[in-house]
């Protein structure tokens, strides 16, 4: 797939996704599979990939997180 910003060439990458669940919370998950763009660094998730990680996040935050770090690898 091209990239939709500048029609660069979009390569399987990883890419880090911040989470604001809120005026104080704030989770980044990292190791996101993405689509990365090699020119100007835009990119763009799978659906189902952004779903998992919305679903980790809700399971994570229970515990009432409100500020760290998550890792993708972790919850596939
Ligand atoms: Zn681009």
Do not use: I, N, S
Request: charged share 25%; proline share 4%; with cysteine.
């Amino acid at each position: 797939m091209k990239c939709p910003l500048c029609k660069g060439t979009m390569e399987r990458g990883e890419t880090t996704l911040p989470f604001e669940l809120g005026a104080d919370r704030v989770v980044v998950v990292k190791h996101v599979p993405a689509l990365t763009c090699q020119q100007c660094g835009d990119y763009f998730v799978e659906l189902d990939v952004t779903k998992r990680v919305e679903k980790f996040v809700a399971v994570a935050t229970k515990d009432g997180l409100t500020l760290g770090f998550l890792d993708y690898q972790q919850a596939a």
